[in-house]
T-cell receptor
Framework: GAGVSQSPRYKVAKRGQDVALRCDPI?????LFWYQQALGQGPEFLTY????????KSGLPSDRFFAERPEGSVSTLKIQRTQQEDSAVYLC????????????FGQGTRLTVV | TQLLEQSPQFLSIQEGENLTVYCNSS?????LQWYRQEPGEGPVLLVT?????EVKKLKRLTFQFGDARKDSSLHITAAQPGDTGLYLC??????????FGSGTRLSIRP
């Protein structure tokens, strides 16, 4: 498809387990964002990539969270030793340029830590 | 840190009624965006407003950017059940970050 694709759509992890969430942005999009959205809240910024460079990771809540985009296209958000408070929807977005260009969001991955 | 405050947090109205939701900040924005998010989906951009005092219309939706570019409103005329969703205002304050408000959850009763 032509949109941002995220997988898996749903993930249930046992507390302490590591998880990896994948984002396939729209082809050719330079910018890629990861957001965390708690139930009933607006998305909270996690990290931003411009091509393969991670220019801003100020929103990552702890060192258990790690993101990469090694070839400037697909990105992976990894959460180590998951905890219950990590339960949320993780959204990925991409945009063609930087400031002023529209960001397109994927459907998100709903992570539930039990 | 720029904060976007949205009000009301929840709104439930009857089909056919009009409504207005608000987005406020103490900061000045170069532009402001409105998104709608439906359950199980990501946010979808509705409009971007750039100029202070700007008014944009999208069918029954009217968006206004405050003169001082610190606030914005979204007015829906004759609401329909399909308008149900989470309405988010946002600002891309830098190349690296889009900041979202906490959203207004709108429910339209048939």
């Amino acid at each position: 498809g032509a949109g941002v694709s995220q997988s898996p759509r749903y993930k249930v992890a046992k507390r302490g387990q590591d998880v990896a969430l994948r984002c396939d942005p729209i082809s050719g999009h330079v910018s890629l964002f990861w957001y965390q959205q708690a139930l009933g809240q607006g998305p909270e910024f996690l990290t931003y990539f411009q091509n393969e460079a991670q220019l801003d990771k100020s929103g990552l809540p702890s060192d258990r969270f790690f993101a990469e985009r090694p070839e400037g296209s697909v990105s992976t958000l990894k959460i180590q030793r998951t905890q219950q408070e990590d339960s949320a929807v993780y959204l990925c977005a991409s945009s063609f340029g930087t400031v002023g260009t529209e960001a397109f969001f994927g459907q998100g991955t709903r992570l539930t830590v039990v | 840190t720029q904060l976007l405050e949205q009000s009301p947090q929840f709104l439930s109205i009857q089909e056919g009624e009009n409504l207005t939701v608000y987005c406020n900040s103490s900061s000045v924005f170069s532009s402001l965006q409105w998104y709608r998010q439906e359950p199980g989906e990501g946010p979808v951009l509705l409009v971007t407003v750039v100029t202070g005092g700007e008014v944009k219309k999208l069918k029954r939706l009217t968006f206004q950017f405050g003169d001082a570019r610190k606030d914005s409103s979204l007015h829906i005329t004759a609401a329909q059940p399909g308008d149900t969703g989470l309405y988010l205002c946002a600002s891309r304050s830098s190349a690296s970050k889009i900041i979202f408000g906490s959203g207004t959850r709108l429910s339209i009763r048939p």
